[in-house]
């Protein structure tokens, strides 16, 4: 089992640029969550998907958006790339929704760097 | 609102020392705690976790008890290892219908020999 896995590792955008992140989530899991996790800092909440759906939202502005394939495979976007948006991204997938979820397996992350 | 706070590092100790790490939160509800470990370079790996209150969560030698009535779920460890040396991550689980996870801003541990 691969575990959840995120690609890529590493990444270098220019302000104003758009960037793409990809997840696979782990064998057997359908929900995928996307974190935010600034320097120093714990991970924030982005979003959640489910069933190819966005069912919960952070406190996070448009510019950030995602999609969740048919096969549970998700990407992350984000448009208009500010420098406080460098950070590393996790990727989390568990099974379920709601109170049948199960508990979360993270990925590596993307380090995303913005100059 | 739901939060986790977590005691501020670095927290640096001799090998075979005993670890404590302190963690309270603030939630609506009965969440579920975790403690998730970050090794440098690396993602979130799940230390241990517990699902309700007085339920003790264990491995690899750490444990966590979940204490309701003081709303606490610290991290302890009786004897730590150079190999330990981590970030460690308190959080708990929404009981709203997004189950999120809400993660303290982290405790770094340095394990020296």
């Known amino acids: 089992d691969a575990g959840v896995t995120q690609s890529p590792t590493h990444l270098i955008k220019t302000r104003g640029q758009q960037v793409t992140l990809r997840c696979s989530p782990k064998s057997g899991h359908d929900t995928v969550s996307w974190y935010q996790q600034a320097l120093g800092q714990g991970p924030q909440f982005i979003f959640q998907?489910?069933?190819?759906?966005?069912?919960q939202r952070g406190n996070f502005p448009d510019r950030f958006s995602g999609h969740q394939y048919p096969n549970y495979s998700s990407e992350l976007n984000v448009n208009a790339l500010l420098l406080g948006d460098s950070a590393l991204y996790l990727c989390?997938?568990?099974?379920?929704?709601?109170?049948?979820?199960?508990?979360?397996?993270f990925g590596q992350g993307t380090r995303l760097t913005v100059v | 609102g739901n939060s986790v706070t977590q005691m501020e590092g670095p927290v640096t100790l001799s090998e075979e020392a005993f670890l404590t790490i302190n963690c309270t939160y603030t939630?609506?509800?009965?969440?579920?705690l975790f403690w998730y470990v970050q090794y440098p370079g690396e993602g979130l790996q799940l230390l241990l976790k517990?699902?309700?209150?007085?339920d003790k969560g264990s491995n690899k030698g750490f444990e966590a008890t979940y204490r309701k009535e003081t709303t606490s779920f610290h991290l302890e460890k009786g004897s730590v290892q150079v190999s330990d040396s981590a970030v460690y991550f308190c959080a708990l689980r929404t009981v709203d219908s997004s189950y999120k996870l809400i993660f303290g801003s982290g405790t770094r541990l340095l394990v020296r020999p």
């Open positions: 939630a609506t509800g009965y969440p579920s």
């Open positions: 517990a699902t309700k209150a007085d």
């Open positions: 989390a997938s568990s099974s379920g929704r709601g109170r049948l979820n199960t508990e979360a397996f």
């Open positions: 998907y489910y069933e190819e759906e966005e069912r």
